[in-house]
């Protein structure tokens, strides 16, 4: 990677974990308190215990008061310290109880001082040097002790010594202790500094120390005169990779998609994961266009080779956005914005695939977030309608049956297409409500028919994908609504497409089921355009199939596509489903499905979607 200034971690509570802060700090407590007692035993030595030994009992309480007060301050001041992993302080405290003891030393008398020999040079090396210095200064006072005390003399008065050697332990414990809390809190420092600009999974800089390299990467092009490229990577179909093999196993797709794409790029240039199955790559000085049309082919070719994970084949792709500096912005912001624009258009070409950002994109951006923003107003200000196109039934030329169909009259734009503003709905969320409110209308619209015209009317209420991925969504409501209404589920038929039935195989079934359930029809729309489904329709609750028109419009007497139909026709009867031919003009078209067996039919040659009002007559009509 380029060299580049790391940003500073943010501000996190750093040092060991709960468990470690709760045995380090038990052991403190005992450190201390022992401590404690002994200093106050070295302090009552140094001050007046000789003087109380020997028969000035006068001395004794005030001497004893001196102790207790000294040596239980001490104890507070260290443990505050302790608790609060503040080093400096413990060896400022450490300071401050050489210098109360250090008027009470007396050199004319090592028999009675040797104590303070021994304890109050390791003292200062402890509180002004490290556990080396410690250790060392340690051991040469307990020599210099032993040496000064030795002898017969050591036999007949060993506390001294003892009490040295007691605290020489205290205060290497306490600064191995010491020690160990700051090595840990630089560990976690240092944990918590990864996590927080590099990506746990794949080991990537994240988004904040992407910005920080985009923004270096800027201001030396801007130096040199010279271009930056940065690429979108987004692998395509990822979410079933999830869906269909769980997460774990999308984990190790992730890991070797960026392995293989290391390999497409230079040491220099910068990787890094901008969300689930999404890559940001920037390309320093950048020689031409070609340079990056090779890498992102690069990119693309590995990406789509097979990923082997143990008996599992996962073959993938990637959609690439690509914006240039400065030719598309200036700031980081701005390109990382334009190349996710161009990500857009390369997945809804068809993916596996490169786009370059242009000015035209950006204003087809624009119009897609003033139309997000004005759809959020769209129902409550009435802007919203549902038009009814008229089933027929082929044999009989009745219409008991119609489709819902959405349409939005904005107030400045006029009639905008239902291809238009549905995609920008599903991408926003607006999805749910504009659905729930369709289907509310056209629970009011049937009740309305089936009271004037026949009991069994049915309309058809097309579902988003995106629809099914709010758990429950309407197989309550839905159920509840027509219940409340005084209307059997029968009233209503759902209609999905054909990629539902691949995008979540378990939910999707426990949707459908609850829906048939209460009675409510499903109807699979533009079959045959999408994935072809047919193993999956014995395994669906599918009372209606409806051939795309795409297959209506090319039908001729001998064209390959009535072959195809009347396949269709006899597949779906055979599974004990109805077929609806969209798309119908002629009364050729008419005709010949009729005579393949066809059960209904819907399009222009019968009724173009019209408001419910408009489309009376043409029920009474049928009717009579």
Not at 348 to 361: M, P, Q, W
Not at 469 to 491: C, N, Q, T, Y
Request: charged letters at 20%.
């Amino acid at each position: 990677m380029m060299n580049e200034r790391v940003p500073e971690a943010p501000g996190a509570p750093l040092g060991p974990s709960p468990f470690q802060h709760r045995v380090t700090t038990i052991m403190l407590m005992i450190v201390v308190a022992i401590g404690g007692v002994i200093s106050m035993v070295a302090v009552a030595h140094a001050l007046g215990w000789t003087a109380f030994a020997v028969g000035q009992p006068h001395r004794a309480p005030t001497t004893i008061a001196v102790c207790v007060s000294l040596s239980t301050l001490a104890l507070a001041v260290l443990a505050e310290c302790y608790r609060r992993g503040a080093a400096w302080a413990v060896r400022a405290a450490t300071l401050v109880l050489v210098i109360v003891l250090l008027p009470s030393v007396r050199t004319d008398a090592f028999d009675t001082n040797i104590p303070q020999v021994v304890w109050l040079p390791t003292l200062l090396a402890f509180a002004t040097s490290n556990l080396r210095w410690s250790l060392f200064v340690a051991a040469l006072t307990a020599a210099w002790a032993a040496l000064l005390h030795g002898g017969h003399r050591a036999l007949h008065t060993p506390a001294p010594l003892l009490i040295s050697a007691l605290i020489l332990v205290i205060l290497v414990s306490a600064r191995i202790i010491e020690d160990r809390l700051l090595e840990d809190a630089r560990a976690q420092a240092d944990r918590v500094h990864r996590l927080a600009l590099f990506d746990e999974l794949t080991g990537l800089p994240n988004r904040r120390l992407l910005t920080d390299r985009l923004n270096q990467a800027l201001k030396k092009a801007e130096r040199d005169k010279s271009e930056v490229a940065v690429l979108f990577v987004d692998l395509d179909h990822f979410k079933e990779v999830n869906d269909t093999l769980g997460h774990g196993k999308g984990d190790l797709v992730l890991i070797e998609a960026v392995a293989r794409i290391r390999t497409c790029v230079r040491a220099s240039d910068t990787l890094a994961r901008f969300g689930s199955d999404e890559f940001i790559l920037v390309l320093g000085d950048v020689s031409d266009r070609a340079a990056v049309d090779r890498i992102a082919a690069a990119i693309n070719h590995r990406l789509a080779e097979a990923f082997v994970l143990g008996e599992e084949q996962i073959f993938a792709s990637a959609s690439i956005g690509v914006s240039l500096y400065p030719a598309d912005g200036a700031a980081a912001e701005d390109l990382l914005r334009h190349a996710d624009q161009a990500l857009f258009v390369a997945k809804e070409s068809g993916r596996n695939r490169c786009v370059y950002f242009t000015a035209k994109l950006h204003e087809d951006a624009e119009q897609r977030a003033r139309l997000a923003h004005d759809l959020r107003t769209a129902i409550s200000g009435g802007q919203l309608r549902v038009h009814y196109q008229p089933i027929v039934e082929l044999a009989t030329g009745a219409i008991h049956k119609a489709e819902a169909l959405v349409r939005w009259y904005h107030p400045t734009r006029g009639l905008i297409s239902p291809a238009v503003f549905i995609p920008i709905a599903e991408a926003t969320g607006l999805i749910h409500d504009i659905g729930d409110w369709v289907f509310r209308e056209a629970v009011d619209q049937v009740t309305r028919w089936r009271e004037a015209h026949t009991e069994r009317f049915q309309i058809s209420v097309n579902r988003s994908p995106a629809q099914f991925r709010v758990e429950g969504s309407d197989r309550i409501f839905w159920p509840k609504h027509l219940s409340d209404r005084g209307l059997a589920g029968d009233a209503i038929v759902l209609e999905i497409t054909e990629g539902l039935l691949i995008d979540d195989a378990r939910g999707v079934a426990q949707h459908l089921d609850a829906l048939r359930s209460a009675g409510i029809g499903v109807s699979l729309d533009d079959f045959g355009t999408g994935y072809s489904a047919l193993a999956y329709l014995h395994k669906y609750p599918i009372d209606y199939v409806k051939i795309d028109q795409s297959f209506v419009r090319e039908m001729g007497a001998a064209s390959k596509h009535l072959s195809l139909c009347k396949a269709i026709i006899v597949m779906a009867h055979e599974l004990g489903m109805k077929v609806v031919a969209e798309g119908v003009e002629t009364e050729a078209q008419r005709a010949l499905l009729l005579a393949a067996g066809r059960d209904y039919a819907q399009g222009y040659l019968f009724s173009r979607p019209m408001a419910s009002a408009d489309l009376e007559p043409l029920l009474v009509r049928a009717a009579g």
